[in-house]
Antibody
């Protein structure tokens, strides 16, 4: 069965950095685009970043552009999110999510989600 | 960016009632709209993709309709496990965006 397991969350000071990982199993990771979506405490969902199945395209939300970098290692079935220059408003649960369609030239809905990693930015 | 406005913010209903949730887009998203359900402490779950297609394993009481700027998620008869928060999401244009959510609570 499909599994997505995030790791790397924790407490970091403002201006600091953190790298999240998402270990994928149960599907052909190299055939699916992947996303990061976050949710601040008590708030709604905010899309963060996307990477195409082969890593050829990346897109970011406006609030993280220039500070966060999404990447993937297909042989290791792992997705990453490098977060730099962290701010208090980046405090959230970060979910990795798999795209429904394989090898899509566009993007598709998110059919599986991890359980999330909590990132707290605080001094 | 495309803004998705969900209404109402909260829907108070009883088990067995019909639930009708709305999602309105600030510009056309064609049929590229999905609905997700989220329960407390859990990750979201895909219910409907491309406006009207049920995801794998989703019960037939969930249905989606609409195109362009106006969309509806209908739950024909609420089961106890359906009380949750529901989000719509568009995928036609970057950045991808979610609506603010509708909470379906027990009356």
């Amino acid at each position: 069965q499909v599994q997505l397991v995030e790791s790397g969350g924790g407490v970091v000071q403002p201006g600091g950095s953190l790298r999240l990982s998402c270990a994928a199993s149960g599907f052909t990771f190299s055939s699916h685009g992947m996303h990061w979506v976050r949710q601040a405490p008590g708030k709604g969902l905010e899309w963060v970043a996307f990477i195409r199945y082969d890593g050829s395209d990346k897109y970011y939300g406006d609030s993280v552009k220039g500070r966060f970098t999404i990447s993937r290692d297909n042989p290791k079935n792992t997705l990453y999110l490098q977060m730099n220059s962290l701010r208090a408003e980046d405090t959230a649960v970060y979910y990795c999510a798999k795209e429904l369609k394989q090898m899509s030239s566009s993007t598709s809905s998110f059919d599986y989600w991890g359980q999330g990693a909590l990132v707290t930015v605080s001094s | 960016e495309i803004v998705l406005t969900q209404s109402p913010a909260t829907l108070s209903l009883s088990p067995g009632d019909r639930a009708t949730l709305s999602c309105r887009a600030s510009q056309s998203v064609s049929s590229y709209l999905a609905w997700y359900q989220q329960k407390p402490g859990q990750a979201p779950r895909l219910l409907i993709y491309d406006a009207s297609n049920r995801a794998t394993g989703i019960p037939a009481r969930f249905s989606g309709s609409g195109s362009g700027t106006d969309f509806t998620l209908t739950v024909s008869s609420l089961e106890p496990e359906d009380f949750a928060v529901y989000y719509c999401q568009q995928r036609i244009k970057w950045p991808l965006t979610f609506g603010g959510g509708t909470k379906v609570e027990i009356k």
